[in-house]
């Protein structure tokens, strides 16, 4: 089999920088060409940042890790310019099974809302996501953006000051040093530059292996999520079947704690469990076997001066929920346009301090969550083992019970409560686009709602009157008006409005709301853009 | 705001309790843990109301007084 993760898709080239005679100094170092990392480099070379992205590989993720992108994501990637490609690509489900010892207990139907471009999830291997994004660099730069990737190229040291970043790179001939007004550390879990630069990373470590198995099959099984609880193919553990593009499902098979896992990888081991599960007669063949333990952490701070922490090097979550991946590209759409308003000096550098709390706060729902999953999966003790059996035992029998079943809770955006960068509510309008929130889509009669508010601040106005432009301190808000006589489904009027007859929103470049009142008012709204970009 | 029912509540408390107790005839140990497990999450959506429920998982560790 060919795969696109044995192709180098970013081989190691020579550079001018290893040969100059002073050292480079360049606007922003990304550190890891993973999701993360190519997502922050490709909006930051969107909005004209000149960017390098350092990488010690020089392809796209091995195997499939993550398979489960939310719609969230899929909203922040077609501002990227990938989302077409995943969706085309990617399986899309909204159905699956619960099975709790040699029974199916329910079936569940997730009932999308409708009025949405993008599906609640799509199914697609990680190494499709990264070659999408690999192939919108390579667009970039065909349009002249100042973006790159250098493979190969390991970062092995780094120095942090106030006002820039050294690094010391080896490459496959030499080692060379680069300079960064910014950094941006997509270095993954392991994180190196974390650890050079000596920072924590604290959390909860889960006492278990799972053996994870991609394998190509010719099944009818349909497109839906299976999880199993305590399966006869897998006595007192879990087990869950997802389906992936091209024949390829996903396999994930819980083991327990003290197993070996080098033994339990090889094929005579796996092969007689998969057959257990899947019956004798289903042909298959193993693409991609993995063995991981998981932790729920996070560092303390994601910003360290000049160096910014972005996906799973700063936080790092159990894969039930698929929160990992997910919930990282929310990281880089926070930073991006915040770091662009510094660095042009249109924003205080205290902007940053809130990519810091606004994604703490994201990283610490991720972490509950994920944690609330792996505790009913795998009680802790005899009795969260009694109540987690009665839950799944009435579950069969009554609905009730069905909510109270977890077996992830599938990755949501956070909702910015709190926030120094909201300002207070102030029209009586629905709790989902409170100040804070991402700005839920809708149907509108010349297309989806979300494009028309991406990377720029937006006055929203639904049957009231603005400025067409508002001018404050560097910062551009331009109108969006939109009336109810739009509105064909009433999908605007519903998400925006609910009791009110007019609203206003101050919406941010990532979409989410700053700020909204029933009618325009030119001092409360200039307060609310100061406040927005960190300047009260 | 509701408050949880601490005072005397069942007509017929004997019989109930009889009722409580038949239920469990002739389980074992831990088919019974099983039974008060379901029980506990069968009455608990009843009730449904989380500062109800709040109370009487605070009322169940014997910490409170009413
Ligand atoms: C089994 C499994 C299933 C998962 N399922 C899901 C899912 O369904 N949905 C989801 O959203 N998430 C899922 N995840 C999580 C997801 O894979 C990660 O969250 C995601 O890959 C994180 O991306 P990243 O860019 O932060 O880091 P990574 O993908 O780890 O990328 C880090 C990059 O940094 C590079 N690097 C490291 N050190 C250096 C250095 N010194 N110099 C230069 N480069 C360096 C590495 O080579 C790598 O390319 C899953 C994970 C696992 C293991």
Redesign the interface.
């Known amino acids: 089999m060919n795969q696109v993760f044995e192709t180098p898709m970013y081989p190691y080239v020579r550079q001018a920088d290893q040969d100059a005679a002073t050292t480079t100094r360049h606007q922003v170092i990304v550190v890891g060409a993973g999701p993360i990392g190519l997502a922050a480099a490709i909006d930051l070379a969107q909005q004209g940042i000149e960017v390098v992205v350092l990488d010690d590989n020089d392809r796209v993720s091995t195997g499939s890790r993550a398979i489960c992108f939310a719609k969230r994501p899929l909203e922040i990637l077609d501002r990227l310019g990938c989302s077409a490609a995943m969706v085309e690509k990617g399986v899309q489900w909204n159905k699956g099974k619960v099975f709790f010892d040699e029974r199916q207990v329910y079936d569940f139907d997730l009932q999308e809302e409708d009025g949405h471009a993008f599906p609640a999830f799509v199914n697609l291997q990680q190494y499709y996501l990264e070659q999408f994004l690999v192939d919108r660099v390579r667009e970039l730069q065909a349009e002249g953006a100042p973006i790159e990737i250098r493979g190969r190229n390991k970062v092995s040291a780094v120095g942090s000051h106030p006002d820039h970043v050294t690094i010391e790179i080896d490459t496959p001939e030499d080692s060379y040093n680069l300079h960064a007004d910014w950094l941006i550390a997509c270095d993954g879990a392991t994180s190196p530059m974390r650890v050079m630069l000596g920072k924590d990373f604290v959390g909860r470590v889960f006492e278990d292996n799972f053996l994870i198995a991609d394998v190509v099959m010719e099944a009818d099984f349909p497109s839906e999520r299976w999880f199993w609880f305590d399966p006869p193919f897998n006595k007192g553990q879990s087990a869950l079947l997802h389906k992936q593009p091209d024949g390829v499902w996903r396999i994930d098979l819980q083991l327990g704690w003290g197993v070996d896992a080098e033994t339990e990888k090889r094929p005579e081991n796996v092969i007689p469990r998969l057959k257990e599960m899947l019956g004798d007669d289903v042909k298959f063949e193993l693409e991609w076997v993995s063995i991981y333990t998981f932790q729920c952490r996070r560092m303390e701070q994601f910003r360290h001066e000049r160096v910014i922490f972005a996906g799973d090097s700063a936080h790092q979550v159990s894969p039930f929920g698929a929160r990992g991946a997910n919930s990282g590209f929310q990281d880089t759409d926070n930073l991006c346009w915040k770091l662009k308003l510094v660095m042009d000096g249109n924003a205080p550098e205290s902007l940053l301090d809130s990519y810091d709390s606004e994604r703490i706060l994201a990283a610490d729902e991720n972490i509950l969550n994920s944690s609330r999953s792996t505790d009913f999966i795998t009680p802790k003790s005899g009795m969260s083992r009694v109540l987690r059996d009665a839950v799944l035992d009435l579950s069969e029998k009554f609905e009730f019970a069905r909510p109270l079943v977890n077996s992830g809770r599938l990755s949501v955006p956070c909702t910015y409560d709190g926030s120094s960068l909201n300002s207070a509510d102030a029209l009586n309008g629905p709790d989902r686009s409170r100040p804070g929130s991402p700005c839920p889509d809708a149907p509108l009669s010349d297309g989806f709602l979300l494009p028309k508010l991406a990377g720029k601040f937006t006055l929203l106005t639904i049957d009231a009157d603005a400025p067409d432009v508002i001018e404050e301190d560097g910062i551009t808000v331009t109108r969006l008006a939109l009336s109810l006589k739009n509105d064909p489904t009433l999908a605007l009027k519903d998400r925006y409005l609910g009791e009110a007859t007019s609203g206003v929103y101050l919406i941010r470049p990532d979409q989410h709301v700053a700020a909204r009142r029933p009618s325009f008012d030119d001092k409360l709204f200039r307060a609310a853009i100061r406040r927005a970009t960190g300047k009260e | 705001m509701s408050d949880l029912t601490l005072t005397p509540n069942i007509d017929g408390a004997d019989d109930f309790y009889a009722e409580l107790l038949a239920t469990h005839d002739g389980l074992s140990r831990e088919e019974s843990?099983?039974l008060n497990?379901?029980l506990?999450?069968?009455l608990s959506?009843h009730i449904g109301d989380r500062t109800v429920l709040a109370q009487a998982l605070a009322a169940a560790t014997l910490k409170i007084s009413a």
């Open positions: 843990d099983a497990a379901r506990v999450l069968v959506n």
